[in-house]
């Protein structure tokens, strides 16, 4: 099953038709993805369906076909092509992911880790740590506030002062998130951000999440059908390197395809 | 303007690569299995050749000099090397890069360590048997430079001699001279490869190496005793060194030094990555590469320095010339390392990666 | 007579483990290196070449400390660095009459130049490889300068003059002989000072430590050299302290998340093998300064494993454990090289020994202990020690402290801030757990 557009312009983010091919193996086998402005989309399907290898291409962490392959489909964002950027590059047009794992900076404070974040920092090029040293002050000012309002956003001003190193599980997660804000996206990818953490922790997650949806888009992956189901906009269904279905929570949820997917073809 | 003695060139690079292939398999083994390089091996290439003078002086002491053929020969000497430097190997793992990796101590300690015990195993071997084993400090004078014994074995510095052409005024003198220890580097070089390749795919010992290469997690899940596996890999990869080690010490016509072995590390790492690490098959064609690549150099660059050579043409119409040393062969194995870096950072074909892991 | 407060010690060990270890390692160098003083007749000279040594190889270890402390790059070709900048400041000098400071500022950019491109196709690879390409472009240095003989030989002062690859330092031989510079310090008018301080103080210091035995020209360089160290430290502290010095340590931590915020790791890692590359070749400039004369094969491997003992004996990332590692170990290999010292060590187990001779000579061994292979044994051994003991060296780098960014804010903010973070940590037990079950670790 193919998903059409049916406006182009409401569109955030459109990748379609996109390939990747890990040797023999295929990944992703014409996958498309069409996230709506400030909605909130999930992915799901069955391990190894190829969510994280379409997050990763479409965030250009791999480039869509072997380099042998020639037409990989097209990602574009915000009205732009964005196949062509290096990983960083795609970051700073707004669109920023997370990992499935937490990857955070060990050895930082979780201020330290907010402050890193933001982009294009002045202080981060080499000669303005010499040139510009009033301009950094305020930029820094600025930072830590910044950092310090979105402690408060995620309720974990207490460990302002800790390193990553020291934190558990579920403060990683929502410290990620925190970087993830630092940055000003407009469309963020969460790679399972409730994996691992326990359910209270998890529903916290997902509220903060939501209380974001008003400025930015949110493309998720989850196993968690419950949070899947109760809170996404819009579904879309992989199923080895395929969209297989599309469509509102209600309407996924009585779809054959997605079933047969999950469950295998007997049930 | 005749040719110069390429067939001899040639068959110098071919004695070279299977010294290559033959040293170059233990740190294969190790790079595959822990994932990390073992700056360290050059050390066991030097204690392997040490061991072995060493065994060869002390059974010449002991044994009575006309029956001791039997014991007193090439092939004991490198069961010897195999031995001591194999058991370093495990030393190494277990004093030192075991108690790194239980620390969970990055990449970067692991190689540092691996350099320390270079260091450290570098200069004992110097002060235990001084910077040149001198022919003069030895009890039997003829050891040294004639390193087999007569009888047991045939004589290793046996030349053979092919002359193809002899004082051609285009191809000059072209032969094939290689002595019955070049033949030996050659045939015990395949014969390892050969056997390693053989163990590695159908043992179960090789099958639970080849395991724990992949993921030491989860071999230890599939019941495999990965620590026990670490160990024979050590001890193996050591050993095969430093019996290969003693095999290549005949060959050699200067006396070795504790640097001998630091001195080959860079083709020793050339040959691992071009020809990926985890492969000794590409192991095979890196050394081949490698070592006629240096050997063209030298005949190339010297080539250059000929009057009427490239040198002095540079000189006459462009007035800038730079020296075309055969010296520059040396630095072969870097120009061949970023060249397979920039295009090929997995080697022929290796399974590592060689740029940082991405997502 | 002042007591001692054994207590304070106490509890200042307590609170530093490391201080112990410290002292176990400094005290039995510093009464090695005062053993060494004592037999030498005069001793400042050993004391201008400890000092000499120390400031050239802490510039030159600091720079790899923002490489390996700072980034997590771990490079193993520093002695190219060192060799371009010794190198070619003195044959641009000596061989082609350019003026010094040309020559150092050619040296400096050649130098930065050759960081550059070999960063190019490395700063991406896995540590280790990163590590065999950085050894073997520090020897393919080597190997150029061997022989490049049409360029970079330098025709030999005795006649034929044919090529040769010893590079006398001309910069240096001129220094101590040029008029003020070739004086003893002892017959200059500023002796008359430290005399005067030597009386007020009541301790012969100066005189004990032969100081007026001093060439101008010595101290004249250690000033230079202090001057240059200061300034190295505190470029790289800066950068240390700066956003930028923060991003370097993200990096170090783990560079796809630094990726992930839009920042560009490969800009960074260049930029920083490059600045090192700089640092690196000044510190080659000023080693040159050690000889009258020499040759590229004073350039080898083992230069850049001894940076590798001061920043891993001293702490990496951060300036003074550097400092402290550099100063020990110089400390040790100075002392270790004054010949008294040497004899001590020098020691020979054969055959004709008498306690085992009959069993070393079946083992026919015929052992040399000597200081030259004896002291990278020893450090070696303590490397080794430090990595599996110790990681993070005498003086670890500090624990990163948010005080410089809560001190931007107006009081009021931070006020608010600062409330928020003790009210939480004044919850008792009970609250904590009631309030939610984060602060369990179950991933």
Excluded at chain 1, 217 to 231: A, G, W
Excluded at chain 3, 15 to 40: C, M, N
Excluded at chain 3, 414 to 443: C, H, I, P
């Amino acid at each position: 099953m193919t998903v059409e557009p049916d406006d182009c312009d409401q569109y955030h983010l459109e990748a379609e038709d996109i390939h990747r091919h890990f040797g023999g193996v295929k990944a992703l086998d014409g996958a498309t993805v069409f996230v709506k402005k400030n909605k909130l989309i999930s992915l799901i399907g069955p391990n190894g369906s190829g969510k994280t290898t379409l997050f990763n291409v479409v965030t250009c962490w791999l480039p869509k076909t072997d380099p042998f392959d020639e037409d990989g489909g097209k990602v574009v964002f915000e009205k732009e092509r964005i196949d062509d950027l290096s990983a960083h590059e795609a970051a700073l047009t707004g669109m920023i992911r997370t990992f499935q794992t937490t990857r955070n900076w060990q050895r930082l404070t979780t201020l330290e880790n907010l402050l890193v974040a933001p982009p294009n920092q002045t202080g981060e090029s080499f000669l303005n740590i010499f040139l510009k040293r009033k301009k950094i002050r305020e930029e820094e000012r600025k930072n830590t506030l910044k950092a310090i309002e979105v402690l408060e956003f995620l309720e974990i001003m207490h460990i302002r002062d800790q390193l990553a190193e020291e934190l558990s599980g579920g403060q990683l997660k929502l410290l990620s998130l925190g970087r993830l804000l630092m940055t000003v996206p407009s469309l963020i990818l969460l790679d399972e951000p409730m994996a691992g953490i326990n359910p209270t922790l998890g529903n916290k997650i997902m509220d903060k999440i939501l209380e974001l949806k008003e400025n930015v888009t949110i493309f998720l992956i989850e196993h968690n059908m419950d949070v899947v189901f109760n809170y996404s906009d819009e579904i879309f269904v992989m199923a080895s390197g395929k969209m297989i279905a599309h469509g509102t929570p209600d309407e996924i949820e009585t779809n054959r395809d997605v079933i047969e997917a999950y469950l295998g073809e007997d049930y | 303007m005749t040719l110069p003695n390429l067939l001899n060139h040639a068959t110098l690079a071919l004695v070279y690569a299977g010294v290559l292939i033959m040293l170059t398999i233990g740190l294969n083994m190790v790079y595959s299995v822990l994932k990390f390089s073992n700056f360290a091996h050059a050390e066991w290439v030097t204690m392997g050749m040490f061991a072995s003078w060493w065994f060869l002086q002390i059974l010449s002491y002991i044994l009575p000099w006309d029956t001791a053929h039997l014991l007193n020969n090439l092939f004991v000497h490198a069961v010897f090397g195999f031995l001591i430097v194999g058991i370093f190997g495990i030393l190494g793992e277990v004093l030192v890069f075991d108690r790194l990796r239980k620390l969970k101590a990055g990449l970067d300690s692991a190689i540092v360590a691996s350099i320390a015990i270079g260091l450290i195993v570098r200069n004992f071997l110097a002060m235990v048997f001084g910077a040149y084993p001198e022919p003069n400090r030895a009890i039997c004078p003829t050891c040294t430079s004639q390193p087999s014994l007569p009888g047991f074995l045939p004589d290793l510095n046996n030349i053979v001699t092919i002359k193809l052409v002899e004082n051609d005024p285009i191809f000059g003198t072209q032969w094939i001279r290689i002595n019955a220890s070049g033949i030996l580097i050659i045939v015990t070089s395949i014969a390892m490869v050969l056997a390693i390749d053989y163990v590695f795919r159908h043992t179960k010992f090789g099958i639970a190496m080849r395991a724990t290469a992949d993921s030491i997690e989860l071999a230890q899940v599939s019941g495999v005793d990965t620590r026990r596996i670490v160990h024979y890999t050590w001890f193996l990869a050591a050993g095969l060194t430093g019996m290969g080690a003693a095999i290549y010490r005949p060959y050699l016509t200067g006396p070795f030094n504790s640097l001998t072995g630091l001195y080959m590390l860079l083709p020793f790492f050339a040959v691992v990555i071009l020809g990926g690490v985890g492969s000794f098959r590409g192991g095979i064609i890196a050394a081949i590469i490698i070592a006629y690549a240096r050997q063209a150099t030298v005949v190339i660059f010297s080539w250059f320095q000929y009057p009427g050579g490239l040198e002095e043409i540079l000189e006459e119409h462009i007035g800038f010339t730079i020296t075309f040393s055969p010296g520059y062969a040396d630095a072969i194995p870097f120009v061949i390392l970023i060249i397979v870096l920039l295009i090929r950072p997995r080697g022929i074909a290796g399974s590592v990666e060689a740029t940082r892991e991405r997502v | 007579m002042k007591r001692v407060d054994v207590s304070r010690f106490s509890s200042l060990v307590r609170k530093h483990p490391e201080l112990l270890i410290g002292l176990a390692l400094a005290i039995p160098v510093v009464l090695l290196y005062l053993y060494a003083l004592t037999t030498l007749e005069v001793k400042s000279k050993l004391l201008f070449s400890t000092a000499s040594a120390l400031l050239v190889f802490f510039v030159g270890a600091i720079s790899l400390d923002l490489e390996v402390g700072s980034l997590g790059l771990p490079n193993f070709g520093k002695v190219a660095f060192f060799a371009l900048g010794a190198y070619i400041s003195a044959l641009l000098y000596s061989v082609y009459d350019v003026s010094y400071l040309v020559a150092v500022i050619t040296a400096l950019i050649i130098s930065s130049l050759f960081g550059y491109v070999l960063s190019i196709p490395t700063v991406r690879l896995r540590a280790d490889y990163f590590a065999i390409m950085t050894i073997a472009g520090g020897e393919f240095i080597r190997f150029v300068f061997q022989n490049e003989k049409r360029w970079l030989w330098a025709p030999s002062i005795l006649p034929p003059h044919t090529p040769t690859q010893i590079i006398s330092n001309r910069a240096k031989i001129e220094l101590t002989n040029i008029s003020p510079f070739n004086m003893r310090l002892g017959d200059m008018d500023i002796y008359h000072v430290l005399e005067s301080i030597e009386n007020l103080l009541r301790i012969r210091i100066f005189t004990a430590l032969d100081i007026d035995q001093l060439f101008v020209w010595e101290v004249t360089l250690l000033t230079v050299f202090f001057l240059i160290a200061l300034a190295t430290y505190w470029f790289i502290e800066r950068i240390r302290r700066s956003p930028y010095g923060r991003t370097l340590r993200a990096i170090r931590e783990d560079d796809i998340t630094v990726t992930s915020v839009g920042k560009d790791v490969f800009r960074f890692r260049w930029q920083v093998t490059t600045i090192s590359a700089f640092i690196c070749g000044l510190a080659g400039v000023m080693y040159a300064f050690s000889f009258n004369a020499f040759e590229a094969s004073d350039f080898r491997p083992e230069l850049t494993f001894v940076l590798y003992f001061y920043v891993i004996i001293g702490g990496l990332g951060n300036g003074k454990g550097v400092f402290v590692g550099t100063a020990l170990v110089t400390l040790f290999m100075q002392a270790a090289s004054v010949e008294a010292v040497q004899r001590n060590i020098y020691m020979h187990v054969g055959p004709d020994s008498p306690l085992f001779g009959s069993f070393l000579e079946i083992l026919q061994l015929d052992i040399f202990i000597n200081p030259f292979n004896m002291r990278y044994v020893v450090l070696g051994t303590i490397l080794i020690l430090f990595l599996i003991f110790k990681p993070g060296g005498l003086i670890p780098e500090p624990r990163t402290d948010n005080e410089k960014y809560l001190s931007l804010l107006t009081p009021y903010e931070r006020a608010r801030s600062d409330e928020a973070v003790s009210a939480r940590q004044s919850l008792t037990e009970k609250e904590r757990l009631f309030e939610g079950t984060e602060d369990e670790n179950d991933s």
